[in-house]
T-cell receptor
Framework: DGGITQSPKYLFRKEGQNVTLSCEQN?????MYWYRQDPGQGLRLIYY???????QKGDIAEGYSVSREKKESFPLTVTSAQKNPTAFYLC?????????????FGSGTRLTVV | SQQGEEDPQALSIQEGENATMNCSYK?????LQWYRQNSGRGLVHLIL?????REKHSGRLRVTLDTSKKSSSLLITASRAADTASYFC????????????FGPGTRLSVLP
């Protein structure tokens, strides 16, 4: 079955540590997105990519970095510069030619600073 | 930036009742989508309505769009306990290459 896989499901980060969240899709989608969700709130866009080797900042990119070396993969690194990283992170993808069919989301990674 | 704002923030109903959630937005849109999120999970796409459409149905879901009032509503008929989730609207302004903007969501609780 096609879909998006996020890993790990839970992640714990120590102060000053960089961590990388994985997002892999086998839907042959062009575009991939990273969102952050805080308790009881909506989704805020961190980064997005519409083509391999290219990505754009979203609304809250500071303290985060991404890469898009393969169409299937869009990992997100939460750097030590992100002062409040505890949140639920969601990866999504879409076929740009069929964007009106909506996003497909992964099941999320819950990141906690310890 | 444009943003959908859902109303109410939280809604609690009995099983079998209908649930209505509203979404308002600020600027012109090309389409509007509704998503569901079960607790601790990713979002699931429910339905899309284009700016030239007024109403769409999908099973027990009915979505309306009033572009003059910049608002949309999601109606879930004959609700079930399994409908308990958060519901988000997302607005898009283009047909291609757009990023959808999500509102804060309505938290629906369906009591058995």
């Amino acid at each position: 079955d096609g879909g998006i896989t996020q890993s790990p499901k839970y992640l714990f980060r120590k102060e000053g540590q960089n961590v990388t969240l994985s997002c892999e899709q086998n839907l042959n989608h062009d575009a991939m997105y990273w969102y952050r969700q805080d308790p009881g709130q909506g989704l805020r866009l961190i980064y997005y990519s519409q083509i391999v080797n290219d990505f754009q900042k979203g609304d809250i990119a500071e303290g985060y970095s991404v890469s898009r070396e393969k169409k299937e993969s869009f990992p997100l690194t939460v750097t030590s510069a992100q002062k409040n990283p505890t949140a639920f992170y969601l990866c999504a993808s879409t076929d740009l030619l069929r964007a009106n069919y909506g996003y497909t989301f992964g099941s999320g990674t819950r990141l906690t600073v310890v | 930036s444009q943003q959908g704002e859902e109303d109410p923030q939280a809604l609690s109903i009995q099983e079998g009742e209908n649930a209505t959630m509203n979404c308002s937005y600020k600027t012109s849109i090309n389409n509007l989508q509704w998503y569901r999120q079960n607790s601790g999970r990713g979002l699931v796409h429910l339905i899309l309505i284009r700016s030239n459409e007024r109403e769409k149905h999908s099973g027990r879901l009915r979505v309306t769009l009033d572009t003059s009032k910049k608002s949309s509503s999601l109606l879930i008929t004959a609700s079930r306990a399994a409908d308990t989730a958060s519901y988000f609207c997302a607005t898009g302004t283009y047909n291609y290459g757009q990023n959808f903007v999500f509102g804060p969501g309505t938290r629906l609780s369906v009591l058995p």
